[in-house]
């Protein structure tokens, strides 16, 4: 599947990336996040593949394109039916066009184009709920566990890293729901790093050395963690997920639902636990994961997009389970023939 799939992802989240830095700035999150979808779902449909959305853009009637359930790539075609089947690759495809678009809106740090692909029923098709996540460094992985208390998890931590508390860094998203946690990690001595979106790139960060980022802590969408857990199972890094299914937890969000009508929901999904704790490898199942995201503005963990006259130049991450490789990817684009410049 790397072979077939693997330049041809980082690509994906290029063009995403690129389309939807012309945005920068500009104050639209909607404009960021459409220019983002087109050019993923354009580059996606020019791979020989037949791809099927299982975290999206939402559901069908919510979404024109890259919605739960629809299907992308060459061999979703009316003549795919002429093709071989042998070499016909079905894939499971999770994506997030601009994983935090009110960053790219507002010219903040820690936005990135991700997608994460695997065989049919490798990726978790998370609903659309919020997730109790923990992310932790390889070292730390299946020592720290999300039914523990951040201190708990704090004190582990810093015994696995052989460093102090003080010393460690946990990333929270800045949201009410996370006021007491937040008061917690502080009071057992660690600096909470806050964001205001973005939690995919600060997960996959726990899982590189370096970063100065051990942990993160709080609750963001499922879906993302989803995407995140993709990641982190191929780096062999720790990942934890829990979906909230309570309003009243979230304090905001999941607007419309009720904690009753949520476990209804999940119930007709087939999930019979509500509470169940999901690892890495549940979330990420498939025999092979690959990832790709490419930073869109600066973060940890890529440079941003750069435009230059004529081309762009981003950085990108690609993952894989099959290989177990991480390669940063520096990519200079060439959008047309250089002009002939007459300095005369
Ligand atoms: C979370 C987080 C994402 O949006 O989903 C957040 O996982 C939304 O949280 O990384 P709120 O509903 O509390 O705003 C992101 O930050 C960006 O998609």
């Given at each position: 599947?790397?072979?077939t799939?693997?330049?041809?992802i980082?690509e994906v989240?290029?063009?995403a990336?690129?389309?939807?830095?012309?945005w920068v700035?500009?104050?639209?999150?909607?404009?960021?996040?459409?220019?983002?979808?087109?050019?993923?779902?354009e580059?996606?449909?020019?791979?020989?593949?037949?791809?099927?959305?299982?975290?999206?853009?939402?559901e069908?009637?919510?979404?024109?394109?890259?919605?739960?359930?629809g299907e992308?790539?060459i061999?979703?075609?009316?003549?795919?039916?002429?093709?071989?089947?042998?070499?016909?690759?079905?894939v499971?495809?999770?994506?997030?066009?601009?994983?935090?678009?009110?960053?790219?809106?507002?010219?903040?740090?820690?936005?990135?184009?991700?997608?994460?692909v695997?065989?049919?029923?490798?990726?978790?098709?998370?609903?659309?709920?919020?997730?109790?996540?923990?992310?932790?460094?390889?070292?730390?992985?299946?020592?720290?566990?999300?039914n523990?208390?951040?201190?708990d998890?704090?004190?582990?931590l810093?015994?696995?890293?052989?460093?102090?508390?003080?010393?460690?860094?946990?990333?929270?998203m800045d949201?009410p729901?996370?006021e007491?946690?937040?008061?917690?990690?502080?009071?057992?001595?660690?600096?909470?790093?806050?964001?205001?979106?973005?939690?995919v790139?600060?997960?996959?960060?726990?899982?590189?050395?370096?970063t100065?980022i051990?942990?993160?802590?709080?609750?963001?969408?499922a879906?993302e963690?989803?995407i995140?857990?993709a990641a982190?199972?191929?780096?062999?890094?720790?990942?934890?997920?829990q979906?909230?299914?309570?309003p009243?937890?979230?304090?905001?969000?999941l607007?419309g639902?009720?904690k009753?009508?949520?476990?209804?929901?999940?119930?007709?999904?087939?999930?019979?636990?509500?509470?169940?704790?999901?690892?890495?490898?549940?979330?990420?199942c498939?025999?092979?994961?690959?990832?790709a995201?490419?930073?869109i503005?600066?973060?940890?963990?890529?440079k941003g997009?750069?435009?230059f006259?004529?081309?762009a130049?981003t950085?990108?991450?690609?993952?894989?389970?099959?290989?177990k490789?991480?390669?940063?990817?520096d990519?200079v684009?060439?959008?047309?023939?250089?002009?002939?410049i007459?300095?005369?």
């Amino acid at each position: 599947m790397e072979s077939t799939l693997g330049l041809e992802i980082v690509e994906v989240v290029e063009q995403a990336a690129i389309a939807s830095y012309k945005w920068v700035g500009k104050g639209n999150k909607n404009t960021v996040d459409h220019a983002a979808v087109e050019a993923m779902c354009e580059r996606m449909n020019k791979i020989h593949m037949r791809g099927r959305i299982v975290i999206g853009e939402g559901e069908r009637n919510e979404a024109p394109t890259l919605y739960i359930g629809g299907e992308v790539g060459i061999c979703t075609r009316e003549n795919a039916k002429t093709f071989n089947p042998e070499k016909l690759l079905e894939v499971d495809i999770a994506v997030d066009p601009c994983e935090g678009t009110n960053l790219v809106a507002y010219g903040q740090n820690g936005s990135m184009a991700v997608i994460a692909v695997s065989e049919k029923g490798g990726l978790f098709a998370a609903p659309d709920f919020y997730m109790k996540k923990l992310a932790a460094p390889p070292v730390a992985k299946g020592h720290v566990d999300l039914n523990k208390s951040a201190t708990d998890n704090l004190n582990i931590l810093s015994k696995c890293l052989n460093c102090s508390v003080e010393e460690l860094v946990v990333v929270v998203m800045d949201r009410p729901r996370h006021e007491e946690l937040i008061q917690e990690i502080r009071h057992a001595g660690s600096c909470v790093q806050l964001i205001s979106d973005g939690d995919v790139s600060a997960a996959i960060s726990c899982a590189f050395q370096g970063t100065n980022i051990h942990a993160l802590m709080g609750i963001g969408l499922a879906p993302e963690g989803v995407i995140s857990a993709a990641a982190i199972r191929c780096l062999n890094g720790h990942f934890q997920g829990q979906l909230i299914y309570d309003p009243a937890i979230v304090k905001i969000g999941l607007t419309g639902e009720s904690k009753e009508g949520n476990l209804m929901r999940l119930k007709e999904m087939g999930i019979e636990d509500p509470d169940r704790i999901y690892d890495a490898d549940e979330l990420a199942c498939g025999e092979t994961v690959l990832f790709a995201a490419c930073g869109i503005t600066p973060g940890v963990l890529m440079k941003g997009v750069r435009i230059f006259q004529g081309g762009a130049r981003t950085q990108s991450l690609f993952i894989s389970s099959q290989s177990k490789t991480a390669r940063f990817i520096d990519t200079v684009h060439l959008f047309d023939t250089p002009k002939s410049i007459n300095l005369h």
